[in-house]
């Protein structure tokens, strides 16, 4: 056997909206269709598309200080006051070893019940950056729901800039395993342990020390 046939895991993923970023501006997370030599990626590879489209300069100002600013896409976007919100609710910055580093939040949160399902995030096929990189990472979904997010960090002094479009991927996620991939809405419990994990990794270095008295308060179940 030269590809694998494992059985399918099921996952459900689900956007947190607010006043502020509205339902409309969320598209579904869809499967990047490969090449038949790939059928052993198929259910493997998801893509997930930005909220709006606009192009991002970012990094260190002269008081050491991260910033960006941004051009949104105003032809298919109206110019108010609540599309500046919306974006500055998508984006931030901070500062890592003198280097700006850029998050382009996308509220995407993963659900599944198998504690061996492992996701990588990596950057879309067409490159849309410059004088920066996409940052990848890798996690197990089972105990931290999370917002998984696009981030780039400046390779120099020079301004790193992006550009995203709605209809485009602005990421991919891998799985380790084949997927049932569905949207679902969050329910009591899920929406109770995703508060548990908000925000861990903002307040804290080494997650491995305090991730098992987390799990502790997950229920065994998530999905139906």
Sequence with gaps: MIFNSLKKIKVGYFH??????????????SAVVGCPSAASLKNRIYGVKPLISMEVKFGIDENGEPYY?????????????????????????????????????QFVHLVTDDKNLEVVLVEPVNK??????????????????????????????REGSISVNVNKNIYRLIFNRPVVLEKIE???????????????????????????????????????
């Design 16 to 29: 947190k909206y607010s006043t502020v970023l509205p339902r409309f501006l969320f598209q579904d997370i």
């Design 69 to 105: 600013t941004y051009i949104f896409d105003s032809k298919n976007f109206h110019k108010v006051e609540n599309i500046h919100n919306a974006i500055d609710e998508i984006l931030t910055v901070q500062k890592v070893k003198n280097k700006c580093v850029l998050q382009v939040l």
């Design 128 to 157: 849309n950056y410059k004088n920066c990189e996409f940052v990848t990472a890798a996690f197990l979904p089972y105990g931290w729901i999370r917002s998984i997010n696009a981030s780039y960090i400046q390779t120099s002094n």
């Design 186 to 224: 969050p329910n009591e419990k899920i929406i109770r342990y995703e508060s548990t994990v908000f925000n861990v990794a903002g307040f804290l270095k080494n997650l491995n020390n305090i991730y098992p008295r987390i799990l502790k308060t997950r229920p065994k179940k998530f999905l139906k």
